[in-house]
């Protein structure tokens, strides 16, 4: 009998087919955000028990997009891009249990597979989706600069559809890039059981923040968002009642583990 090796799966006896290695994982890159507020029931519709609404704003939502490279301790990733490099968009309310105000990730979408296993290790409902969003660039016409008067877009397709579709454009340096990604994510984990209709082998609210974060500046501007509605996704239904602002920042985060709040198995 082998004994195999890997963090996560396809475990072999080398670990080399891992698609993840264990943590520490780290990130380098850049955050393009539009908060807006929806009306509060959108936000309660998405949050499964024990959690409940953030007491003040509850109907403020983040959707960000975000250009990733990413790797483990080793570093060799890095090396061969096509392991660290991958965009993702998600949206994010915030929402609260133990007395406690909690952000939440309700839908995300990426483009790698490595990238959904991760999510799926820390509890984020990643699926598959075709990110776009504008790089900045100090020289030339054909990028925006981080400064006054940048513009930047972003646009989400999945299933063959549009979903949603930014443009924010700068005008002043803030002091953080929003409010409604900034605390601890709150996420359930779940993993139903082989056995028909055997309910869940895995029910667990967990809890989970970066180790460590280093970020440039933040800035601040005017933003236009539009959602799309789609037979497969629900992301409309967090429909846009009023821009709160649209953010650019870029940021260096290691995540390196979370917490057990509840087991509801």
């Excluded at 309660?44 to 028990?49: C, V």
């Excluded at 940048?150 to 397709?157: E, I, K, M």
Aim: aromatic share 10%.
């Amino acid at each position: 009998m082998t004994e195999m090796a890997g963090f996560y799966y396809p475990r072999t006896a080398s670990g080399q087919s891992s698609l993840l290695p264990a943590p520490p994982w780290y990130y380098s890159g850049d955050l393009l955000t539009v908060e807006y507020r929806t009306d509060p029931a959108n936000v309660a519709a998405l949050l499964p028990a024990p959690l409940e609404l953030a007491p003040e704003d509850p109907g403020a939502v983040a959707l960000i997009w975000a250009d990733w490279q990413s790797c483990g301790a080793s570093g060799d990733e890095l090396l061969d891009p096509v392991r660290s490099q991958y965009r993702e968009c998600f949206a994010v309310v915030r929402c609260s249990f133990g007395g406690r105000v909690y952000s939440r990730c309700a839908f995300i979408w990426v483009d790698t597979d490595f990238a959904l296993a991760r999510g799926l290790v820390q509890g984020y409902p990643k699926k598959l989706g075709s990110i776009h969003q504008s790089r900045p660039h100090p020289f030339g016409r054909a990028a925006p600069r981080i400064d006054a008067g940048g513009v930047f877009a972003g646009t989400l397709s999945a299933g063959g559809r549009r979903l949603a579709e930014t443009v924010v454009t700068l005008r002043a340096e803030c002091e953080s890039n929003g409010f409604v990604n900034a605390h601890s994510m709150a996420h359930h984990r779940w993993m139903p059981s082989i056995v028909k209709d055997g309910g869940d082998s895995l029910a667990e609210l967990v809890a989970s923040g970066s180790a460590s974060v280093e970020a440039g500046p933040a800035w601040r501007g005017d933003a236009r968002l539009e959602l799309f509605a789609s037979p497969t996704e629900e992301l409309a239904a967090l429909n846009v009642d009023e821009i709160i602002s649209g953010y650019y920042r870029q940021v260096g985060v290691t995540w390196d583990g979370g917490s057990v709040l509840a087991d509801l198995s």
